[in-house]
């Protein structure tokens, strides 16, 4: 055997080595988002047996993280499906692809709910719900249905009882929403795809629609953020969306909650899993309606930058034809322009967004500002802060009846172990916050004008799809009541994440 030889076989079995490494690592590996921050491939001791028995690991896109830029080695995924991808092919055009078309990062975390439900647990690693829900949505995933499900049980005790109000509540509260992405083109460049939402719960010997902790309490905020609208089904989105110009460009159009996509934050967004009172999960001051008939566009010509906005009706009423409440009385404009660095100064990832409104109701125009921040607490650490602030003036204000609103807080994600159980669920977390409200004119009669409350939760990941949420609040001089200067509000909150 000559030199020459003898280095092509080394380059190849070295380049064969570097190939099969790849596949194996690319295609063979489950992937976890880490909480969205930082992306990893699972070992055996991680990786729950429900998601490894539902889907190989060639077919899974892992769960976004609404308000983190989606993270380049999922990106990564996506571009690998596909080789592999299925869908009814005409011209040059896809139907129904098994895979989405090309977003940019921060704008795919929004758009893409992914395909996996199965979080890592140490305590129970596979059960038959779980396992049927992961088998179920890559099923679906094959024909470009793209979902998460949320199935919760809620329980609410207010100490002290409101005078002869009603002090204790229990509820069931759900919610499905996500993405058909029906059609894309050849290189992956553009797509049409369907938004949708569908909310429903019901209340035990209440009825929901006319008792809440919140009415008892007078509170202007609503420490049931799991509160789901009332008995019955009601649809707040269904849109159909464009993408163009490689998933730089999204325009949508339909009945929209624009909640869904304007005021997202990691750490402070959804009643199951993060603080659970209403102030936290999105900006009290910003009229973000929902059910009402309206236009988004969203871009991002950077991976650092974006900007969104979204111009609706705002006195639409619930499984109601919208096109009955379209008029220029009653119209919300936002726009949200977002900066996104993967280090601030030392600190690790942060997102800056700031918001503007233009407002028309009730025969008056007004307007108002506000920003939402997020920010990991050091280059490694599991810690992160988030605060919402914001103002309107007084016809602006009469939307939401707040006038002027600050939240802040932090979070501690998997904070329970630094290894096992306890250390990698993207659910695990202990949250602090703190907010205020100040009330607006319309929200008169009140007996307090400014509201104040703080909130503790914990969120404790039982199997790769349930979990269990202590949450305690206290509300200081809530605004319409007149039995006191605050009460407790706690709650007991059992979640299925699919």
């Given amino acids: 055997m000559n030199k020459r030889t003898h280095y092509m076989l080394l380059a190849a079995f070295l380049f064969g080595g570097y190939a099969q490494a790849v596949g194996s690592t690319d295609s063979g590996k489950y992937i976890d988002t880490a909480m969205g921050w930082e992306a990893y491939f699972m070992n055996s001791g991680h990786l729950p047996r429900s998601l490894s028995r539902s889907m190989e690991a060639r077919e899974q896109m892992s769960r976004r993280h609404t308000g983190v830029a989606t993270h380049e080695m999922l990106l990564q995924q996506l571009r690998e499906h596909r080789n592999r991808e299925q869908g009814i092919r005409v011209g040059n055009w896809l139907l129904f692809p098994s895979t989405p078309q090309h977003f940019a990062p921060y704008l795919d975390s929004v758009f893409v709910p992914g395909n996996t439900c199965a979080e890592p647990c140490r305590i129970v690693g596979e059960d038959f719900i779980s396992t049927g829900a992961q088998h179920v949505k890559n099923l679906l995933s094959r024909v470009g249905l793209q979902y998460d499900l949320t199935l919760s049980y809620n329980y609410t005790k207010i100490a002290p009882q409101p005078g002869n109000q009603r002090s204790d509540f229990s509820a069931f509260n759900n919610s499905v929403s996500g993405t058909w992405f029906l059609a894309k083109d050849g290189d992956n460049s553009q797509g049409i795809f369907l938004t949708f939402e569908a909310d429903w719960g019901h209340g035990i010997n209440f009825n929901e629609r006319r008792s809440s902790a919140q009415q008892s309490l007078g509170s202007l905020s609503n420490p049931q953020g799991s509160l789901r609208g009332g008995n019955g089904v009601f649809l707040p989105q269904l849109a159909l969306g464009y993408s163009g110009f490689d998933g730089k460009f999204v325009v949508m159009g339909g009945v929209l909650d624009t909640s869904n996509y304007l005021d997202q934050n990691a750490y402070s967004a959804s009643w199951s899993g993060n603080l659970t009172n209403g102030a936290f999960n999105l900006n009290p001051c910003l009229p973000l309606e929902w059910a009402n008939w309206g236009y988004m566009t969203a871009w991002q010509p950077t991976p650092h930058f974006y900007t969104m906005y979204a111009t609706t009706g705002c006195n639409g009423e619930i499984n109601h034809n919208p096109f009955q409440y379209i008029s220029s009385n009653a119209w919300v404009h936002i726009g949200e322009i977002g900066f996104i660095t993967e280090d601030f100064f030392g600190w690790g990832p942060g997102t800056y967004r700031f918001q503007y409104t233009l407002t028309r109701y009730k025969g008056e125009t007004g307007s108002g ?111 319409h009541s007149t039995d006191g200067s605050g009460a407790f509000v706690f709650q007991l909150q059992g979640v299925y994440k699919f």
């Avoid at 907010?435 to 008169?444: M, N, Q, V």
């Fill in 369 to 479: 500002v506000a920003f939402n921040f997020q920010q990991q607490m050091g280059e490694s650490s599991r810690l992160g802060f988030f605060t919402r602030c914001g103002f309107m003036d007084e016809d602006a204000a009469t939307v939401s009846d707040v006038r002027a609103c600050a939240t802040a807080g932090f979070v501690l994600q998997a904070p329970f172990r630094s290894d096992g159980w306890g250390s990698r669920s993207n659910n695990d977390q202990v949250a602090l916050g703190f907010f205020w409200e100040r009330a607006a004119s319309s929200a008169k009669p009140f007996v307090h004008k400014n509201e104040y409350g703080l909130e503790l939760s914990a969120v404790v990941q039982l199997t790769p799809t349930f979990f269990l949420q202590p949450d305690v609040q206290y509300i200081f001089d809530p605004v």
